[in-house]
């Protein structure tokens, strides 16, 4: 069983960086892919990034391709994502979340991650 928690939300002003971290508990990262996610109000919950426990390699949504990082610390047991250029539709709570899949057609979904943490809002201003 693993428990994760997400921390480093806030308000920002458009163009600003903020920078989250996802810490596991109970468990490592080391053979778990995490992915992020986020939701705004009245919205569905959304892919943004995941980070393979195979390689590390990455996945993005194109909506935040070369504007985000994810990146993985196994040292710290944390995964951290680097949002950078933020706007305005950033707004959302933002969940992280972990899987032992890596195929593309499962992390790039909300039904393949078995375990989620509580979220942390992130507030964009123009």
């Known amino acids: 069983q693993v428990q994760l928690v997400e921390s480093g939300g806030g308000l920002v002003q458009a163009g600003g960086s903020l920078r989250l971290s996802c810490a596991a508990s109970?468990?490592?990262?080391?053979?778990?892919?995490v992915g992020w996610f986020r939701q705004a109000p009245g919205k569905e919950r959304e892919f943004v990034a995941a980070n393979r426990w195979t390689d590390s390699s990455t996945d993005y949504a194109d909506s935040v391709k070369g504007r985000f990082t994810i990146s993985r610390d196994n040292a710290k047991n944390t995964v951290l994502l680097q949002m950078n250029s933020l706007k305005p539709e950033d707004t959302a709570v933002y969940y992280c979340a972990a899987t032992s899949a890596s195929s593309s057609r499962t992390i790039l979904r909300r039904s393949g991650y078995d375990y989620w943490g509580q979220g942390t809002q992130v507030t964009v201003s123009s």
């Open positions: 109970g468990g490592t990262f080391r053979r778990y892919t």
